[in-house]
């Protein structure tokens, strides 16, 4: 067996050539594309079989394995010695024994790439809340913010979190200290007799761009729950997904103050974009999926549980080829891995 196949298997190994070769398709049990050797632009000559780690072409007659290939298009001009040195640093069984960990059982999280289902995915478009919804969300949040910065406990708490002042006053993040409702048209929605309703609590707002436009609320409640989640979201909020930091690195999880931990941590390097998607059901709009086609590398940290699981194999490696699953060493998501004593800066950097 060929290294490639020895350290990848064959899904990684297919993964990886449907990475390095331009515009491949899953026909059967090979990878079709243009013959990176010749050229041309037919997908019917070159093939790679993954499951021998051999490639070959039909028209010129190249034929290879992956680290050759690999050789060819990632590392041009550097001999065969080089090249699977390359190689080897990034694919191969990393020395250290705590990294080694981590990517054995990032190997054994490898599965299949189902090519033969085919899998489209049509983003839709972004959807922003009512103007007048926006301005009372933003008057909202500066308040809270001001309530925040006087609430000590509630800063004990974040700080318990891992998130400093410093950190929830940029992120605006904010307190409200008692039960409010308003009629539902006075923040221009529709809806007649409906209401919106503003629990006590942690208020968490998720801006687009630079804080100009709230998308969301949603408020951490506190104590006994007698009706609702947790995480209360305000009604009339958009569905859009929380973005923090513009690094070409993203990073996927699922809760908003996960997000602003991590961002926190990692803001004075920007390398990276932290995006909480508010549950993992909930997919990319255009814009979002423009960005995200774009990253370099997408990790993705959703909750360590069948359905972070599940959305993970049915939407996120399929629709991003570069997406990675990169769970938390311990518990069930940033937040109480955090509580759990994991330095979160090394799992960010071992990515
Ligand atoms: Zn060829």
């Known amino acids: ?21 331009h515009d491949a398709r899953r026909k059967g049990k090979r990878l079709w594309a243009p ?12 093939h790679y079989e993954a499951d021998k780690d051999i490639f070959y072409c039909h028209k010129c007659g190249a034929t290879g394995d992956l680290i050759e290939l690999y050789a060819c298009l990632r590392c041009p001009g550097q001999d065969r010695g080089e090249s699977f040195k390359a190689f080897a640093k990034e694919y ?7 990294k080694l960990r981590q990517w054995q059982k990032r190997r054994q999280g490898q599965r299949d790439l189902s090519f033969e289902k085919k899998f489209s995915f049509t983003p839709a478009a972004p959807v922003f809340p009512h103007l007048e ?41 904010g ?41 969301k609320i949603k408020i951490r409640r506190f104590g006994k729950i007698e009706k609702g989640p947790r995480y209360y979201l305000v009604k009339g ?3 859009g997904m929380a973005v923090y930091g513009r690094g070409p690195k993203v990073m ?58 599940k959305s993970f194999e049915e939407f996120w490696r399929k629709a991003y080829p570069q997406a990675r699953p990169w769970p938390v060493p311990f518990g069930k998501d940033p937040g109480e891995a955090f509580q759990g004593g994991v330095d979160l800066s090394v799992w960010l950097d071992s990515f």
């Open 133 to 173: 919804w926006q301005s009372r969300a933003a008057g909202f949040a500066g308040h809270s913010r001001d309530r925040l910065m006087k609430n000590t406990d509630a800063l004990a708490w974040l700080a318990g979190r891992g998130i400093s002042l410093d950190v929830a006053e940029r992120c605006c993040l």
């Open 175 to 215: 307190w409200n200290d008692k039960f409010k409702s308003f009629p539902a048209k006075a923040w221009g929605l529709p809806e007649a007799d409906a209401k919106i309703y503003l629990s006590p609590g942690l208020v968490i707002p998720v801006f687009q761009g630079a804080r100009a436009q709230p998308l």
């Open 35 to 46: 013959c990176p050797f010749h050229g041309g632009a037919s997908h019917t000559a070159f």
């Open 92 to 98: 191969g069984p990393p020395p250290d024994p705590e």
């Open 252 to 309: 996927i999880v699922e809760g908003e103050l996960d997000c602003v931990l991590l961002w926190g941590l990692a803001e004075k390097r920007r390398d990276w974009t932290f995006i909480a998607t508010g549950g993992c059901s909930f997919r990319p709009d255009s814009e979002l999926h423009a960005r995200l086609s774009k990253a370099s590398a997408i990790a993705v940290s959703f909750d360590n549980d069948e359905a972070g699981r």
């Open 237 to 239: 909020s958009s569905t």
């Open 1 to 21: 067996m060929g290294k490639a196949l020895e350290w990848l298997g064959s899904a990684g190994c297919e993964s990886l050539a449907g990475q390095i070769l």
